[in-house]
């Protein structure tokens, strides 16, 4: 299985401020086929399911503001919030799915400073 | 708008059953692999298994596999995830969600969930 490690675990971050948060998988995720990364960020917070914040490592989801960005490639990938807003408060995880089964990291607690 | 709708979790023994289902609306539910992901209280996001759009291939976490059994109806649009042999660690709230496509992509959206609790 590959095993996706997320640092760090928690995370406080000043209104405004740029929030990084990074993963990395035990194997590379990136398939040479089609050049692609196989790799997802989710933004869940309280009470709420997880939602799709980026696939294949950078594609932002529609709806999902330009702040948030993914970059990265292979076993390393970075999910940056460039100006950190209230409603960032959020546990954020990232996976793979790569190859079955698909796993996640750990997640990372962002808080306000 | 899509909307997917768990059911069928509550308080059961350990070594007893239960049935999840997930009702599905706002996309072309035979077009989509479907997948259980599970949030014990407190702790993070750990995938259960996977079923394909057709129904003929299923995956199952190592944790599951030979309790488990997910399955679909596509006439109802219906997701299923029945659960033997329950134990403790099994408690948590069980996400249906719906993949952007078929295997080996990610998830696009999730239930509300349905929280299982096995407990004597």
């Known amino acids: 299985d590959i095993v996706m490690t997320q640092s760090p675990d928690s995370l406080a971050v000043s209104l405004g401020e740029r929030a990084t948060i990074n993963c990395k998988s035990s194997q590379s995720v990136l398939y040479s086929s089609n050049n692609k990364n196989y790799l997802a960020w989710y933004q869940q917070k309280p009470g709420q399911p997880p939602k799709l914040l980026i696939s294949?490592?950078?594609t932002r989801e529609s709806g999902v503001p330009d702040r948030f960005s993914g970059s990265g490639s292979g076993t390393d990938f970075t999910l940056t919030i460039s100006s950190l807003q209230a409603e960032d408060v959020a546990v954020y995880y990232c996976?793979?799915?790569?190859?079955?089964?698909?796993?996640f990291g750990q997640g990372t607690n962002l808080e306000i400073k | 708008e899509v909307q997917l709708l768990e059911s069928g979790g509550g308080l059961v023994q350990p070594g007893g059953s239960l049935r999840l289902s997930c009702a599905a609306s706002g996309f072309t539910f035979s077009s989509y692999a479907m997948t259980w992901v599970r949030q014990a209280p407190g702790k993070g996001l750990e995938w259960v298994s996977t079923i394909t759009d057709s129904g003929g291939s299923t995956y199952y976490a190592d944790s599951v596999k030979g309790r488990f059994t997910i399955s679909r109806d596509n006439s109802k649009n219906t997701l299923y995830l029945q659960m033997n042999s329950l134990r403790a660690e099994d408690t948590a709230l069980y996400y249906c969600a719906k993949l952007w496509g078929q295997l080996l992509t990610p998830i696009d959206y999730w239930g509300q969930g349905t929280l299982v609790t096995v407990s004597s």
């Open positions: 294949w490592a950078s």
């Open positions: 996976q793979q799915y790569y190859s079955t089964p698909p796993t």
